[in-house]
């Protein structure tokens, strides 16, 4: 590995300067749930890529602009870089030990919203194409090995509602021969993973609305409908404790694990106990209880999530009140070959033949499921050399139960889709004390350094 | 009535008076939720009761004080009053139109928080003993007709917690003949209403938690728990669309309305179009349409009513986590003889059944059913009176639909217990610019004389 040497010297000596860059990029808050701050963070974005001498684009969508980026290099191969600038609401927000647009630097970890999901995978990579541009000859410039672009959205966290569009209108400036996914990162055994896949989404807001006003629950509990029952009774025939998804023909289009899916996830580590611990739970859904059946449940199984409920009084104490409007936030994740389309249609079909028509269903955003070929070579190359840099094989996780916007990469820019990234069990995305540590930002940015590289 | 004729002219003279005397007992703020001025209230009440010849006492509670007063009278006859010197919160405040704590005189309406709840009825009585007290020979002392206790307690609007207790500590003294209750008035035709008792309460928080922290919902929602969906289905469990409660043996002890109370009740003005326009709202549950069957199910028929849920996600657009707590607020309303206790252990019993072991239940308060005999002489002396002040007759309702602490006064002091008072539609108790119209706290002084006297 004598050939990476100075990059990797590089690396360890900029870190303070890169990870100056990414505390600026997260205290730069860009919510987009709540339309905080998009249009900011997406000129800061594009200005760390125009100082690497890319041609660095704010391009507007009908939502939250995309900012994309090209800077040609030696090679005629291109690598595309899908990353995301938009990040997930802080609250609560007085579950965080420092506010999470002030980004703290404590115990070799940053601290603050979007640091790993997903700022720290922008600037880790932008921090691997420096490395790779001070490593020429003297009296030359630098170069990159390769082509390389980025695409990096603003609303990957309120389900990528624009991009498949965006993808579709720009398809030729988007062309390459392989992808980088937005994130990726180790196991509670430090061991990295290549995530080959992701589930689909379809999001909703299901909500009621029964009376002009709240009503005296004396009277209005008595003789009006409540739109806090009229909820729970729809949400109770979308799915029951058996978790089986009652909407007409959900499971129709699902393919099962293959032998060779089984194989993998066998081959990966137990995780029950640590999840347990983890995340403070007592037992699994279906009496699950570990092993492969529970690790193929993971992501081979479309679910109905329950996100959100908000109805009447939530202060302390009682109020004798009933309410006029209930709502709940639902996820369904999908598995190949599940169409979001279709959910939002049969979940329509279903309430209306339960009787609940005055269940209201907002779309709030939806992906297709999507799946690349573990035997791909790109995929090898990225796994191979990350094993060079963690000290342990990556592992292959033939899909990953999140959801993406994987499928417009995989079916209509027809490329090999690999995750890496600086992620780890503690991470917290997507929770109050979301956080990176500072040694996997480093190996990150040494491994991608590496995949451009080899890739070209 | 030519007997009255002196206690009206009083009345009417000196009705300024006794809205002064009002206005200062509201500008003393007493809101119980917040533990805001109550033994400041408190004295102040007493110190009322004291001005008219009560001997007066605050006495401890585990919780706000109550004041108890008692005046012997010329006959052997004792009547006592209940009234609450506690108010509901202010807020919010910016709905007011002059502040809530500042009582103003407009249009002939007193605005103020408590004016109508329960205030303007503690003056307004007292009104009537003044009036009562003033009308005496020349060279005699005033004296009253018959003895008159009240009891007046700070901790209506959060339950009365401590009232039962109080009232079976101090039997004796609360000893009584008949009871008038801190509430009345007219309806939309300004005719009285008799309410003849209150349905007991109920009052439960449910609440799950399935794990330390939410989780994202691409892990979570695959193998772990759900708090909410948890709490979805006990709620689930507790009641379906058909509205029947499925607690073990919860109708039980109920007892259904009997001939004389269909007749009462369908010798009320039919108010189905009435509450459709004034609540916004299409339909009623059952398939009720109207008629005596929805006035019948508005009083007769314990309910089961989810007040409040609380979940996950709860703002603008999507978060895909799964919560790991949620909670409901729920209060089932109960008709004689139901019994709060044996709901509560009936709940459990069913959660553990069916499965929900998880859900814990926390007791936020309840009361037993009441009810009076509507051919009670006493009763009948309350509404005879009224029709003589009102001009129309005072209609009878067998029970209110809602709750309040009529149990201890119908069954541990054997009392019967008549309605009485100030109230109008749009009085909006509990609710910004609470008010009473001067012309209804008149009559009801006047009312309250008539029933003293004649009682005697």
Chains 1, 2 share one sequence.
């Not at 010297?9 to 701050?37: C, F, K, M, W």
């Not at 392989?178 to 379809?202: K, M, N, S, T």
Request: net charge negative; glycine share 10%.
């Amino acid at each position: 590995m004598a050939e990476y040497t100075k990059i990797d010297a590089y690396l360890e000596s900029h870190l303070d300067e890169s990870i100056a860059e990414l505390s600026r990029l997260v205290a730069q808050p860009s919510v987009g749930a709540q339309n905080l701050g998009m249009r900011e963070c997406a000129e800061l974005t594009a200005s760390l890529l125009h100082r690497r001498g890319f041609s660095a684009e704010v391009m507007p969508t009908e939502g939250a602009p995309v900012v994309f980026a090209e800077r040609k290099g030696k090679s005629d191969k291109t690598l595309l870089f899908y990353c995301h600038y938009d990040v997930q609401p802080a609250e609560p927000l007085e579950l965080w030990e420092t506010p999470p647009f002030e980004p703290s630097l404590r115990d070799g970890k940053l601290f603050g919203r979007g640091v790993s999901d997903d700022k720290g995978h922008i600037t880790s990579r932008l921090f691997a194409i420096d490395a790779l541009l001070a490593d020429h000859p003297p009296g030359e410039d630098g170069e990159l090995p390769c082509s390389i672009k980025f695409i990096i959205e603003g609303e990957e966290e309120t389900s990528s509602v624009h991009l498949h569009e965006f993808i579709l209108e720009n398809k030729a400036r988007l062309a390459a021969d392989a992808c980088i996914w937005e994130f990726g990162g180790v196991d509670h055994r430090e061991a990295p993973i290549q995530y080959l896949g992701l589930r689909g989404i379809c999001y909703v807001e299901l909500s009621v609305e029964t009376a002009a006003t709240d009503v005296h629950s004396g009277l209005g509990g008595s003789i009006f409908p409540n739109a806090a029952w009229r909820l729970v009774w729809a949400l109770n025939s979308l799915k029951g404790p058996d978790e089986r998804i009652r909407l007409p023909g959900h499971y129709d289009k699902v393919r099962p694990p293959t032998i060779r899916d089984r194989e993998l996830m066998a081959a990966l580590p137990e995780t029950s106990e640590v999840y347990k611990q983890q995340y403070g739970v007592e037992s699994f859904i279906k009496g699950l209880t570990g092993g492969v059946d529970l690790r193929v449940e993971e992501i081979f199984t479309p679910t109905c999530t329950i996100c959100g409920l908000t109805s009447g009084y939530q202060g302390p104490g009682s109020k004798t009140v009933q309410p006029a409007k209930a709502s709940a936030k639902v996820d369904f994740r999908l598995v190949p070959d599940q169409d979001p389309k279709d959910v939002l249609k049969n979940l329509r079909t279903h309430l209306d033949n339960e009787g609940f028509q005055d269940v209201q269903i907002t779309y709030l955003g939806g992906e297709s499921p999507a799946r690349t070929d573990p035997d791909h070579p790109f995929i090898r190359l990225v796994v191979e050399s990350a094993g060079e840099i963690y000290g342990v094989p990556m592992q292959i996780m033939p899909m990953s139960g999140g959801s993406g916007p994987n499928y417009p990469f995989v079916h209509d820019l027809g490329l090999p889709v690999a995750t890496a990234g600086l992620g780890y069990p503690d991470g917290r995305g997507h929770a109050p004390n979301e956080n990176i540590r500072l040694d996997l930002y480093l190996k990150h940015a040494k491994h991608m350094a590496r995949v451009i590289r080899e890739f070209a």
